[in-house]
T-cell receptor, first 113, second 115 residues
Framework: AQSVTQLDSQVPVFEEAPVELRCNYS??????LFWYVQYPNQGLQLLLK??????LVKGINGFEAEFNKSQTSFHLRKPSVHISDTAEYFC???????????FGAGTRLFVKA | DGGITQSPKYLFRKEGQNVTLSCEQN?????MYWYRQDPGQGLRLIYY???????QKGDIAEGYSVSREKKESFPLTVTSAQKNPTAFYLC??????????????FGPGTRLTVL
């Protein structure tokens, strides 16, 4: 079985500042890892995913994430945020060969002018 | 355009009534899912279906029912037995295999409010 912990429920940041949203996971098997974004009253949209290979994954809207197997982490980063990045971000994990995706509780990113 | 549609966007229900939320996809995906989202709790799996005419309970199935008569459609009924149904409901779909490409695609959601 897998589990996901998003370490911050809310992250306020000023526009054009860098941001990191933290995600730790636990699993007894190899995993695929995902970050989704949800804008208010909308569904989730895939930002990026780690399947295998390079541990640095680039996604849409200038986001990237780094898979760290030894620390079981998959933190999301952006070097310079915009007001439009204000949204809720979900980290998710699925065991390779498995079917069920486990979602974290979400981190609300609030970008201030 | 391929995608997932959910209707209605907003739904109001009186206590004691059953309501059905619609979910349709034209992505030719075998697997479909229903999640419930409450503030601060992330997404919790209600039911999922890997193939037509088959479905499985998720983590919080009590008070809900589903059907999967067509590949494109996976309606969710919130019954009067669901004690606290006010929430945001999300439908998703994916290809069905254990490989790397079955990330889930989500619909826009239905917000259900019990009056």
């Amino acid at each position: 079985a897998q589990s996901v912990t998003q370490l911050d429920s809310q992250v306020p940041v000023f526009e054009e500042a860098p941001v990191e949203l933290r995600c730790n996971y636990s699993s007894s098997v190899s995993v695929y890892l995902f970050w989704y974004v949800q804008y208010p009253n909308q569904g989730l949209q895939l930002l990026l995913k780690y399947l295998s290979g390079s541990t640095l994954v680039k996604g849409i809207n200038g986001f990237e994430a780094e898979f760290n197997k030894s620390q079981t982490s998959f933190h999301l980063r952006k070097p310079s945020v915009h007001i439009s990045d204000t949204a809720e971000y979900f980290c998710a994990v699925r065991g390779t060969g498995g079917f069920k995706t486990i979602f974290g509780a979400g981190t609300r990113l609030f970008v201030k002018a | 355009d391929g995608g997932i549609t959910q209707s209605p966007k907003y739904l109001f229900r009186k206590e004691g009534q059953n309501v059905t939320l619609s979910c349709e996809q034209n992505l030719n995906h075998d697997a479909m899912y229903w999640y419930r989202q409450d503030p601060g709790q992330g997404l919790r799996l209600i039911y999922y279906s890997q193939i037509v005419n088959d479905f499985q309970k998720g983590d919080i199935a009590e008070g809900y029912s589903v059907s999967r008569e067509k590949k494109e459609s996976f309606p969710l009924t919130v019954t009067s037995a669901q004690k606290n149904p006010t929430a945001f409901y999300l439908c998703a779909s994916s290809v069905y295999d254990g490989g790397p490409y079955n990330e889930q695609f989500f619909g826009p959601g239905t917000r259900l409010t019990v009056l």
